[in-house]
Nanobody, 125 residues
């Protein structure tokens, strides 16, 4: 079992920045690739970003490439999502996901594993 707790969401103006954190507890954090997803009102959940168990590889959705950066600190059992140049279209609940590294799909196409409770990000125009 892995427990995930996201934090760092909030209200920000367009063009602003936020950094989300996802703290993990339970089984070995480095056993998991970490992914970020988001879900806007009335829309399906979508993949945002991922990072391999070592932090050596990252993958981003086209919609956030160049604006968002994910990183992880395995010593602190935490993954981060730095979000810059935010737009109202980024408004959503953001979820972190821990996927076993042997079966994780880094493009997020097959969600698997453990989920956090989500944190709301609202970008005003």
């Amino acid at each position: 079992q892995v427990q995930l707790v996201e934090s760092g969401g909030g209200l920000v103006q367009a063009g602003g920045s936020l950094r989300l954190s996802c703290a993990a507890s339970g089984r070995a954090f480095s056993s998991y690739a970490m992914l970020w997803y988001r879900q806007a009102p009335g829309k399906e959940r979508e993949f945002v970003a991922s990072i391999s168990w070592s932090g050596g590889s990252t993958y981003y959705a086209d919609s956030v490439k160049g604006r968002f950066t994910t990183s992880r600190d395995n010593a602190e059992n935490t993954v981060y999502l730095q979000m810059n140049s935010l737009t109202p279209e980024d408004t959503a609940v953001y979820y972190c996901n821990a996927a076993p590294r042997t079966i994780a799909t880094m493009d997020g196409s097959r969600p698997i594993g453990y989920w956090g409770q989500g944190t709301q990000v609202t970008v005003s125009s």
